[in-house]
């Protein structure tokens, strides 16, 4: 019924930046929030940002001041921009939609993508 659409992923210099875009497709009605996590190789994946529909946000500490997400409710898409990038900051990213509503169906629904890879590395 939804689907997550991901990109802006790939092989960055450290300190260089990328733009990672999620749009959720679908009959939606409306979301709770939308956020992106990642998970590196041997790691537990981690959440790295998230933005309710009120524009509320957090931030994983290992990103704060470098990374900056935002949304656009009306077109069901979040972004989220990355600067000064880290080695440390490579892995999978996914992108979650939380709370989904969909019209015509009864309860909310949580949705991933199926993954960005981002790489820093000289």
């Known amino acids: 019924q939804v689907q997550l659409v991901e990109s802006g992923g790939g092989l960055v210099q450290p300190g260089g930046s990328l733009r990672l875009s999620c749009a959720a497709i679908g009959s939606i009605a409306s979301i709770n929030a939308m956020g992106w996590y990642r998970q590196a190789p041997g790691k537990q994946r981690e959440l790295v940002a998230v933005i309710t529909s009120a524009g509320s946000t957090n931030y994983a500490d290992s990103v704060k001041g470098r990374f900056t997400i935002s949304r656009d409710n009306a077109k069901n898409t979040v972004i989220l921009q990355m600067n000064s990038l880290k080695p440390e900051d490579t892995a999978v990213y996914y992108c979650?939609?939380?709370?989904?509503?969909?019209?015509?169906?009864?309860?909310?629904?949580?949705?991933w993508g199926q993954g960005t890879q981002v790489t820093v590395s000289s």
């Open positions: 979650n939609a939380d709370g989904v509503r969909t019209r015509g169906a009864l309860g909310r629904n949580d949705y």
